[in-house]
């Protein structure tokens, strides 16, 4: 298809369920309007070219080469090296990102779900929303060896407010609701995802009994904030927070900065607040109806930084 395109990809918060599709279990995770903006040119030779505004990182390959993987971009590497077949010419793509890299907000998630949306389309390949976020989960977690589960693909590649059950034949639910007042803090410090994630992998193949009883409880919560977020029912999906929380501190995966925004944020009236993620620092979610903008001040009062989201749908 011999035309530009341009494209907006949203980021994602877990309301609930966090780390629990590392098990194939259910989540419910909630696109959000702050965005990651494509564009791509065709070439009418066989170049390809990536770039990247936020790292400035260009990359540079042909079709007959193997792009490289030990850079930023190799998300879209592996990704290119799994349609490579289907792609005839050239192209150059560039991405400049307004969710925050490293944040917990699943940036890697959203380049690679949209540089798939983009090839689906220049080059015809007709790919729908699932398996977009298939092949999304496949280059992260196969092809790069980073220890995810498919939360963040389904979440970005569908929109909205999901409900996945995130096993081997994964299933997408999307909940019918219009707004959510909830208010997202980032703790500005450096995130060790990584390795919280590795740690907590292990403690699963090792069957770690404090581990799996964390687990099981958070997807509990996963199945009682479904039946509170279709009933409004604010106070249930506070507690539901507040437990998973819970189970946060046993598994680890907390660090004092974000315990202090979670407790900063109740103090000014939220219902209830989590962290996000793998752990080790990034971002912590409140729900706080009617008390957005003073959760917001008091998050930043502590050193934190601060957004109310809105719900992100893709139109038709």
Same mark, same amino acid.
């Given at each position: 298809?011999n035309k530009e395109i341009s494209l907006e990809i949203p980021g994602r918060i877990c309301?609930?369920?966090? %780390?629990?599709?590392?098990?194939?279990?259910?989540?419910?995770?909630?696109?959000?309007?702050?965005?990651?903006?494509?564009?791509?040119?065709?070439?009418?030779?066989?170049?390809?070219?990536?770039?990247?505004?936020?790292?400035?990182?260009?990359?540079?390959?042909?079709?007959?080469?193997?792009?490289?993987?030990?850079?930023?971009?190799?998300?879209?590497?592996?990704?290119?090296?799994?349609?490579?077949? %289907?792609?005839?010419?050239?192209?150059?793509?560039?991405?400049?990102?307004?969710?925050?890299?490293?944040?917990?907000?699943?940036?890697?998630?959203?380049?690679?779900?949209?540089?798939?949306?983009?090839?689906?389309?220049?080059?015809?390949?007709?790919?729908?929303?699932?398996?977009?976020?298939?092949?999304?989960?496949?280059?992260?977690?196969?092809?790069?060896?980073?220890?995810?589960?498919?939360?963040?693909?389904?979440?970005?590649?569908?929109?909205?407010?999901?409900?996945?059950?995130?096993?081997?034949?994964? &299933?997408?639910?999307?909940?019918?609701?219009?707004?959510?007042?909830?208010?997202?803090?980032?703790?500005?410090?450096?995130?060790?995802?990584?390795?919280?994630?590795?740690?907590?992998?292990? &403690?699963?193949?090792? %069957?770690?009994?404090?581990?799996?009883?964390?687990?099981?409880?958070?997807?509990?919560?996963?199945?009682?904030?479904?039946?509170?977020?279709?009933?409004?029912?604010?106070?249930?999906?506070?507690?539901?927070?507040?437990?998973?929380?819970?189970?946060?501190?046993?598994?680890?995966?907390?660090?004092?900065?974000?315990? %202090?925004?979670?407790?900063?944020?109740?103090?000014?009236?939220?219902?209830?607040?989590?962290?996000?993620?793998?752990?080790g620092g990034g971002c912590m979610l409140a729900i706080a109806p009617g008390r957005q903008?003073?959760?917001?001040?008091?998050?930043?009062?502590?050193?934190?930084?601060?957004?109310?989201?809105?719900?992100?749908?893709?139109?038709?």
């Amino acid at each position: 298809m011999n035309k530009e395109i341009s494209l907006e990809i949203p980021g994602r918060i877990c309301i609930v369920g966090d %780390k629990v599709d590392l098990l194939g279990k259910p989540v419910i995770a909630m696109a959000i309007n702050l965005m990651m903006r494509f564009s791509y040119k065709p070439r009418s030779d066989d170049t390809i070219e990536f770039y990247s505004y936020n790292t400035n990182e260009r990359i540079h390959f042909t079709l007959e080469e193997t792009p490289p993987k030990n850079i930023d971009l190799a998300y879209l590497s592996v990704l290119f090296d799994r349609l490579k077949s %289907k792609i005839d010419h050239g192209f150059y793509l560039d991405v400049l990102s307004d969710i925050p890299i490293g944040g917990g907000l699943s940036t890697s998630a959203a380049l690679s779900v949209g540089f798939l949306k983009i090839m689906s389309e220049a080059f015809t390949l007709n790919l729908n929303n699932d398996e977009i976020a298939e092949l999304a989960y496949l280059g992260e977690n196969h092809d790069l060896g980073i220890q995810c589960g498919r939360m963040d693909q389904y979440s970005i590649a569908h929109g909205g407010i999901t409900f996945i059950h995130t096993d081997e034949n994964p &299933q997408v639910e999307q909940l019918k609701i219009k707004n959510l007042p909830i208010v997202v803090g980032d703790s500005v410090e450096v995130r060790e995802a990584a390795s919280v994630l590795n740690r907590i992998k292990r &403690q699963i193949q090792e %069957k770690d009994e404090t581990t799996l009883k964390a687990f099981k409880e958070i997807e509990k919560c996963v199945t009682q904030c479904k039946t509170a977020l279709l009933n409004n029912d604010y106070q249930k999906l506070g507690m539901c927070m507040e437990i998973q929380q819970q189970q946060e501190i046993l598994l680890g995966a907390t660090t004092p900065k974000i315990l %202090k925004l979670c407790e900063a944020a109740k103090s000014a009236g939220a219902l209830g607040a989590k962290q996000m993620g793998a752990g080790g620092g990034g971002c912590m979610l409140a729900i706080a109806p009617g008390r957005q903008n003073e959760v917001v001040k008091a998050i930043e009062r502590v050193g934190g930084r601060a957004w109310i989201f809105d719900i992100y749908n893709y139109t038709s």
